[in-house]
């Protein structure tokens, strides 16, 4: 394996996974934004909100499945096809978003359409994040392997940059161009950063890890049974492992967003540069951890990173009360910028130490997509009626967040620190 080969694949690892968040993403800001308005019209505005985060919510329960479906794929037939299989659903749901008609133009059949297509897009990334690490986890060796295995990482928060940037950008709109036209232009443009995506990806060949396998015929006939007979306590570890990884994000990237616009009268504009600020910050912070866990360990930064964000649920609230734009972002840029980077830096990285080649992508996946259901998709549904059931205040949400961080404390302690010894 070449060095050339290896940064091919890192390369085709960043760019498919930043399509793919890119995708996701984008449906998160409208959801807080647009969708309430115009796919879930209701005359009390909470009401329209919630209907709204409950689309975004839903397909984290589809993850698993698109997770368990195209991973079953992933570990039979190859980590390639199934890249490709994923970002082409993704992509092709994305664009069809673009394309709905509102409430008031077909009725209940808008909302049911647009829940239908959000579906979709939670089987294809339910495949594509643990095909897009193990993509760069499986071309690395022992010495940077926690490096190659951030880099898809930096995908999740260069797709939030890109998809808050795309719909912050269009809210310059006039707000009645905005909520008829503006919003729809990023999702019908994705079909091109699809495009380069599969041009990308079709060029690779398999990971050295999966040929090996092959090779050996130690390929899973089965691979969810294996994972679910010899694997079980990895899965569990991985899901308590994502709860902190996954619900202070939504809390610190998409909540936020409504949250400051709703309860606390910033600008729409203002809270969503707060938050492309904050994932640019992340983006930098990612691939530095990645690396600094090569020396010291996943185990350390992430127990690090989880413990400083319990430490700060309470300030960060506090600080966006005091209803000043450059407070509101530097209290998201600390939170998802600074504390939250080296706990994703490494989780991917980690997982793929705790499976055998031949379930590993149906590990990680089953894992990843299990915490990401139960603590991720919820987090604005139940950080917004949190609110609304104590009249308004953050505090119940500061806890919430302080709770993801201890069951992610209690799982992370079963976890050796193995980032010196072969995958």
């Given at each position: 394996m070449t060095r050339k080969t290896s940064v091919k694949a890192l390369i085709a690892s960043l760019i498919g996974s930043s399509i793919e968040w890119f995708d996701y993403f984008l449906y998160g800001t409208a959801a807080s934004l647009v969708f309430n308005k115009l796919f879930f019209p209701a005359d009390d505005d909470v009401v329209s909100l919630l209907l709204s985060y409950l689309t975004f919510a839903l397909p984290f329960f589809i993850r698993p499945l698109g997770g368990i479906v195209f991973s079953h794929i992933?570990?039979?037939?190859?980590?390639?096809?199934?890249?490709?299989?994923?970002?082409?659903?993704?992509?092709?749901?994305?664009?069809?978003?673009?394309?709905?008609?509102h409430y008031n133009a077909i009725g209940?059949?808008?909302?049911?359409?647009?829940?239908?297509?959000?579906?979709?897009?939670?089987?294809?990334?339910?495949?594509?994040?643990?095909?897009a690490l193990l993509l760069a986890v499986e071309y690395s060796n022992k010495n940077n392997r926690g490096f190659f295995g951030s880099i898809p990482q930096m995908g999740v928060t260069i797709g939030m940059v890109f998809g808050t940037l795309a719909l912050s950008l269009m809210s310059m709109l006039p707000d009645n161009q905005f909520m008829s036209w503006g919003?729809?232009?990023?999702?019908?443009?994705?079909?091109?950063?699809?495009?380069?995506?599969l041009w990308i990806r079709s060029g690779l060949d398999e990971t050295p890890a999966f040929k090996e396998s092959k090779e050996s015929g130690e390929v899973s006939r089965v691979p969810i049974l294996d994972t679910l007979r010899y694997h079980w306590k990895s899965v569990l570890i991985a899901v308590g492992a994502k709860v902190v990884e996954t619900g202070p994000f939504y809390?610190?990237?998409?909540?936020?967003?409504?949250?400051?616009?709703?309860?606390?009268?910033y600008d729409r504009v203002d809270a969503l540069n707060a938050v492309l600020i904050a994932a640019v910050v992340a983006t930098l912070f990612i691939p530095y951890m990645g690396k600094l866990s090569d020396r010291i360990g996943r185990k350390p930064l992430y127990i690090a990173g989880t413990i400083?964000?319990?430490?700060?649920?309470?300030?960060?609230?506090?600080?966006?009360?005091?209803?000043?734009?450059?407070?509101?972002?530097?209290?998201?840029?600390?939170?998802?910028?600074?504390?939250?980077?080296?706990?994703?830096?490494?989780?991917?990285?980690?997982?793929?130490?705790?499976?055998?080649?031949?379930?590993?992508?149906?590990?990680?996946?089953?894992?990843?997509?299990?915490?990401?259901?139960?603590?991720?998709?919820?987090?604005?549904?139940?950080?917004?009626?949190?609110?609304?059931?104590?009249?308004?205040?953050?505090?119940p949400v500061a806890i919430y967040m302080i709770v993801?961080?201890?069951?992610?404390?209690?799982a992370i302690s079963a976890v050796r620190n193995s980032h010196k010894q072969e995958l």
């Open positions: 992933g570990d039979k037939i190859g980590r390639k096809k199934t890249l490709v299989m994923t970002l082409s659903l993704m992509g092709g749901s994305t664009v069809l978003i673009g394309l709905l008609p209940v059949w808008a909302p049911i359409l647009l829940i239908t297509l959000r579906c979709i897009q939670g089987l294809g990334i339910g495949g594509e994040w643990g095909g919003w729809r232009v990023p999702f019908i443009m994705s079909a091109v950063l699809v495009f380069i995506g809390i610190f990237g998409t909540f936020v967003i409504s949250y400051a616009t709703n309860y606390l009268e400083a964000i319990i430490l700060y649920a309470f300030p960060y609230f506090y600080l966006m009360s005091l209803q000043s734009v450059l407070l509101l972002t530097i209290a998201t840029i600390i939170g998802l910028g600074i504390l939250w980077a080296p706990i994703t830096a490494v989780l991917g990285t980690m997982f793929s130490e705790i499976f055998s080649t031949n379930v590993r992508y149906t590990g990680v996946s089953l894992g990843y997509q299990l915490g990401a259901a139960l603590a991720g998709g919820t987090a604005p549904l139940i950080a917004t009626a949190l609110l609304e059931a104590y009249d308004d205040s953050w505090v993801t961080a201890v069951i992610s404390l209690i």
